[in-house]
T-cell receptor, first 111, second 113 residues
Framework: EDQVTQSPEALRLQEGESSSLNCSYT??????LFWYRQDPGKGPEFLFT???AGEEKEKERLKATLTKKESFLHITAPKPEDSATYLC????????????FGTGTKLQVIP | DGGITQSPKYLFRKEGQNVTLSCEQN?????MYWYRQDPGQGLRLIYY???????QKGDIAEGYSVSREKKESFPLTVTSAQKNPTAFYLC????????????FGPGTRLTVL
């Protein structure tokens, strides 16, 4: 069974304190790994797609990396507006390109 | 602006009622999805449609129904058979030209009274 595990469940950072969120996965045939940001009461907002081990993507203070077993979302010098829940999802090959989501990491950045 | 719209934002249902959640997209995407989100759980797939007039059950389809008569629209009906319908419902569409990335609408919060 495909599994996606995100850690930690919650993370509290001081403004400017860099850290990383983890997404580990066990799937049969990875087609792609996605990162989303979700604010309370809103739909997930797409951030990155990664496809192969060693790939990296960056956007402002966020950088996503991918290995064969996990992905990291690095947050450099976070600001309070980075506070949100970050979701990881993996897409497997075949069928209807099923996407399995993790339960998310809730990030709080304190001024 | 291209995007996905969902309505209503909040919906209240009495026991025994069917309710329909709307999802419209103008992104020209073929594939559309419905997910349910509960606290502490990942998004779970209810139904998906890869093309007009075709749809398939996802992991938790019991108590739900859908239709796909137009490319732009994928409404979800929550029937009285759904035992615990209170949740946040998300509609998504898939961009085949952007490596199958799914884009989400703003969601509908359904509460059973």
């Amino acid at each position: 069974e495909d599994q996606v595990t995100q850690s930690p469940e919650a993370l509290r950072l001081q403004e400017g304190e860099s850290s990383s969120l983890n997404c580990s996965y066990t799937v049969s045939g990875l087609r792609g790994l996605f990162w989303y940001r979700q604010d309370p009461g809103k739909g997930p907002e797409f951030l990155f797609t990664l496809y192969s081990a060693g790939e990296e993507k960056e956007k402002e203070r966020l950088k996503a990396t991918l290995t064969k077993k996990e992905s990291f979302l690095h947050i450099t010098a976070p600001k309070p507006e980075d506070s949100a829940t970050y979701l990881c999802a993996v897409q497997v090959s075949g069928g209807y390109q099923k996407v399995t989501f993790g339960t998310g990491t809730k990030l709080q950045v304190i001024p | 602006d291209g995007g996905i719209t969902q309505s209503p934002k909040y919906l209240f249902r009495k026991e025994g009622q069917n309710v329909t959640l709307s999802c419209e997209q103008n992104l020209n995407h073929d594939a559309m999805y419905w997910y349910r989100q509960d606290p502490g759980q990942g998004l779970r797939l209810i139904y998906y449609s890869q093309i007009v007039n075709d749809f398939q059950k996802g992991d938790i389809a019991e108590g739900y129904s859908v239709s796909r008569e137009k490319k732009e629209s994928f409404p979800l009906t929550v029937t009285s058979a759904q035992k615990n319908p209170t949740a946040f419902y998300l509609c998504a569409s898939r961009d085949q030209d952007l490596r199958d990335t799914q884009y989400f609408g703003p969601g509908t919060r359904l509460t059973v009274l």
